[in-house]
């Protein structure tokens, strides 16, 4: 990391890489990855035109908000069930009409990891599809500690540690080679499972969310979550290209 440019260097040698289970202490700034499929559904939430993507706690908590908010759309890992209008599926998120919707999320891991840190002052969710936006929100906050919590796998998801170092290299050089990271992602446990899931034809995968999941720079915002109320609530953020900035 001592070797990016000093301009960036702040957010390399600042940034830490920690499982979910390693968070302690409140972090400045903490980006929560879950590449396979948490917050790439996310970002493809917001694409097809929701307004918030409300996460919750518990497949209980998600059921009573729908009660309570009959017009919101909720979402969970794994097959269909009563109750749940989608699943956590990229591909078959890319179609639906979501526009001005109120989607509410429960994931394994990924919405598990953002509630975790939600008392920290930014919380961002991250993947790939939207990496350069991370990468360009975190410069604004060079010279602030920032935690990465890989969720996927208990912590271990190669995917989503693959995916931290990228947006931390990223920070630092504008210009870095994502190809090695996305490699490591596509050889990973969680690609091997999902595509296998899929090839079988378990219900709540679909063939392209490995692909989808790998496309980097998708969507050109970040995606913030804060505490709304007794909700925490993720919204997507524009963050503007400078001339120049992309991947190698």
């Not at 915002?221 to 909700?231: I, N, S, Y």
């Amino acid at each position: 990391m001592s070797t990016l440019p000093a301009r960036f260097a702040s957010i390399a040698e600042l940034a830490e890489v920690a499982e979910l289970a390693e968070v302690a202490d409140t972090p400045s700034v903490a980006v929560v990855v879950d590449v396979m499929r948490a917050f790439t559904a996310a970002a493809w939430i917001f694409a097809r035109g929701a307004e918030k993507v409300v996460l919750a706690e518990t497949l209980d908590d998600a059921l009573a908000l729908k009660a309570r908010h009959p017009g919101w759309v909720t979402l969970k890992d794994g097959p269909p069930a009563p109750g749940f209008d989608a699943v956590n599926s990229p591909a078959m998120l890319r179609s639906a009409d979501l526009g001005g919707r109120t989607v509410v999320q429960k994931t394994t891991y990924g919405t598990v990891g953002a509630l975790a840190v939600r008392d920290a002052p930014l919380v961002l969710c991250a993947s790939f599809v939207v990496a350069g936006a991370t990468a360009r929100l975190l410069r604004t906050h060079s010279g602030t500690s920032v935690t990465f919590v890989v969720t996927g796998d208990n912590g271990q998801a190669d995917e989503d540690l693959a995916c931290a170092q990228y947006i931390v290299r990223r920070a630092a050089d504008s210009g870095t080679d994502a190809a090695e990271f996305l490699r490591r992602a596509a050889a990973s446990r969680a690609a091997a499972r999902l595509a296998d899931s899929a090839e079988r034809g378990f219900q709540g995968v679909h063939p392209d969310d490995v692909a989808l999941c790998l496309e980097l720079d998708r969507f050109p915002f970040a995606m913030v979550a804060a505490p709304e109320g007794a909700l925490m609530v993720l919204r997507p953020k524009p963050v503007p290209v400078p001339a120049g900035d992309g991947p190698g």
